[in-house]
């Protein structure tokens, strides 16, 4: 057990007023000492490492110069926020990040007053900041609002529409671009920092503020013109044209590690700004801690590792990823079908889609984080002939919902929806969880809705999408390992519509859609045991149904109860629309629909949430015995 570093001068800071009476010239070590502290926590717990180090002197500035929690701090993401999280009364418990009962990975409103905003999806930070501005104004309060967004995050179209916006509005707005990828501009040494404090100065925002509203008196269409004319000048010498075209007034680059680069600016913007402002801030992502330096991608998130090695542990080999027997299935299929494309919205390897792109980069897309561009893109794809596989979380998918219905399924495109974390996912909590796809999938008239029970169902699954050109199919799988099941050399075609019956019985029914087939397995042992002979079902699809295996099973069974991984209104809700529809409710039999609770599941180990959910061995147990009014047998009362 290694001793916690030694943090003298963060020691004395518990909330963001304590850092007013530390000197600017002693914020370097701070910032030292608040990497040591999160590099020490997150190699304990796990959890976004690279960016949060990346800007930690930015973040300390911003908590310096400004007065949170009045004024109002937004992450975009919040991959960026845990310097935030030990700069704002919850050191203490930083040791507990993303486990359960702990801290969350992501700013959350619930948590600490400090967090203006929840985030864990992208782009959403100047949407918010602009609201926020818009209210301080319309209450007459004096509030900044401070937006920080990375550059990744300005690829999706939501943060041009805020931008846009903003600039109509004329909003006190503080848009701070951290570029954590060299990927904009860098920044230019000290004649970068120079023009960046001079354009900040009340003496150039002043003279601009006076020469508006001098030109203001001249018409719209003059000022509207001498003050581009203004701008565009200023614009090739410190760059952020296009800012300006939507109404920002554009600072930087500069140098998002040195304090004097920026608290000068940031002062200057606090003091002196009038309108939407953007600061361009060029940082290093993993900054202080060499291994993540030198691997930005493979430090982005982490798991438990070695401060000193850097080295991550490792899970216990057991079963191949899910999300990496996708990725070799599909490759498989696009080697024998040159018309298979890829896409993907900043995640190839969150979603195996790497994996066709080292094989067939030129077949394979990455759209940055544009999820409704992804849909749509892959619609567009669909109609020349090709077939795209959009590979996107489930919890992602939910951004492009307008494009499934719109582009997608009511114009029938064969488009393929591989979508990734299906289910709970653990230490990332409810923003990441896959609870709805299922849901808002299985009610659009022709979409074939699949779920993979396990590996080799996922294989069959990809086989069955690059073979399926009468419309729209997605499957689901979840985050994690597979069961370690035989695998097939080549996925089958299967018949779409059909479920496979794995166990047979006479009293009960599980029918399973998904991956929870292997806890109905467990279960139905324990209810043969008891003498309550079970048929386990593995439904494959839930649209469209097995018309012909849920009659039998509702025919020949006393009691049937659904499974699945995702909200109320999904699989289980469309088995018991055709039950009533058939008249097979009216005979006695006994239905009920396990599915997640109504509520948002906070993080913890997946094993712990399913078990919570009921949704394991013993809670399938326990359901069947509450259906037929019997005492369990000692299985508990579960959640």
Not at 67 to 82: E, M, N, S
């Amino acid at each position: 057990m290694t001793s916690l570093p030694a943090t003298p001068l963060l020691d004395t800071v518990h909330i963001p007023a304590d850092l007013k009476a530390i000197e600017d010239r002693d914020l370097p070590q701070l910032a030292r000492e608040v990497r040591d502290e999160m590099i020490d926590a997150v190699s304990q717990t796990g959890g976004h490492l690279g960016a949060g180090l990346g800007v930690v002197e930015l973040t300390i500035a911003i908590h310096k110069v400004f007065d949170t929690p009045d004024d109002r701090l937004i992450f975009d993401v919040g991959h960026q926020c845990y310097p935030h999280k030990i700069l704002t009364g919850r050191r203490d418990r930083i040791r507990t990040l993303r486990q359960e009962g702990g801290l969350s990975g992501f700013t959350k409103r619930a948590e600490s007053e400090y967090d203006a905003f929840g985030a864990a999806h992208s782009s959403t930070s100047i949407s918010a900041g602009l609201g926020m501005a818009v209210a301080s104004d319309l209450s007459g309060a004096d509030r900044k609002v401070i937006a920080i967004i990375g550059d990744g995050a300005m690829s999706a179209g939501m943060a041009y529409e805020a931008l846009n916006n903003a600039g109509a509005l004329d909003a006190r707005l503080i848009v701070i671009l951290n570029d954590n990828d060299m990927s904009i501009a860098p920044p230019t040494g000290a004649m970068s920092a120079y023009l960046a404090r001079l354009a900040s100065g009340r003496t150039y925002m002043g003279f601009r503020d006076f020469g508006k509203k001098l030109t203001a008196y001249l018409g719209k269409t003059i000022d509207r013109a001498v003050t581009r004319a203004v701008e565009h000048a200023r614009g090739y010498v410190t760059g952020g044209t296009m800012f300006e075209e939507m109404g920002f007034y554009h600072i930087g680059p500069i140098d998002g590690h040195s304090f004097d680069h920026l608290l000068p600016v940031l002062r200057n913007v606090r003091d002196n700004a009038k309108g939407p402002v953007l600061i361009h801030v060029v940082t290093q992502k993993g900054k202080g801690y060499a291994p993540a330096e030198a691997a930005a991608d493979k430090y982005h998130g982490v798991n438990k590792f070695d401060v000193i090695t850097g080295a991550q542990a490792k899970a216990k080999p057991n079963a191949p990823a899910y999300t990496a027997v996708f990725g070799e299935a599909l490759v498989q299929e696009a080697r024998l079908d040159d018309k298979i494309v890829g896409i993907t919205a900043a995640m190839p390897s969150g979603t195996g889609i790497d994996k066709l792109q080292e094989v067939f980069p030129e077949r394979t897309f990455d759209v940055g984080i544009a999820e409704q561009h992804a849909v749509t893109f892959a619609a567009g794809l669909a109609t020349e002939g090709y077939k795209p596989f959009c590979a996107l979380y489930s919890t992602f998918l939910q951004r492009g919902y307008d494009q499934v219905v719109h582009d997608v399924a009511i114009q029938g495109l064969p488009v393929r929806f591989p979508i990734d974390r299906a289910g709970v996912v653990g230490a990332d909590g409810p923003t990441h969880a896959g609870s709805f796809d299922t849901t808002f999938l299985a009610a659009l008239p022709g979409f074939v809705v699949m779920a993979a029970s396990d590996e080799a169902e996922l294989k069959h699954m990809v086989r069955t999408a690059a073979a399926y050109d009468d419309g729209p199919i997605s499957f689901r799988y979840p985050r994690g390992e597979g069961i370690g099941v035989q695998m097939p050399e080549r996925g089958e075609i299967l018949e779409i519509g059909k479920g496979r019956i794995v166990k047979e019985g006479t009293k009960v029914a599980l029918l399973s859609f998904g991956t929870r087939l292997a806890e109905c397995l467990l279960a139905a042992e324990d209810l043969d045991a008891a003498g309550l002979s079970t048929t386990v079902a593995d439904a494959r699809f839930a649209k469209p149904l097995d018309h012909d295996m849920i009659r039998r099973l509702a025919r020949e069974h006393a009691v049937l109860i659904t499974i699945e991984e995702g909200s109320v209104g999904g699989f289980g809700s469309h088995v018991l629309q055709f039950l009533a529809g058939e008249g097979l409710l009216d005979g006695g039999l006994k239905v009920r629909q396990m599915v997640l609770p109504d509520l948002w599941i906070d993080q913890a180990k997946p094993e712990v949430m399913y078990a919570a959910a009921g949704l394991d061995a013993p809670g399938i147990v326990k359901t069947v015995f509450d259906a037929l009014g019997q005492k369990g047998l000692g299985f508990g009362t579960m959640g």
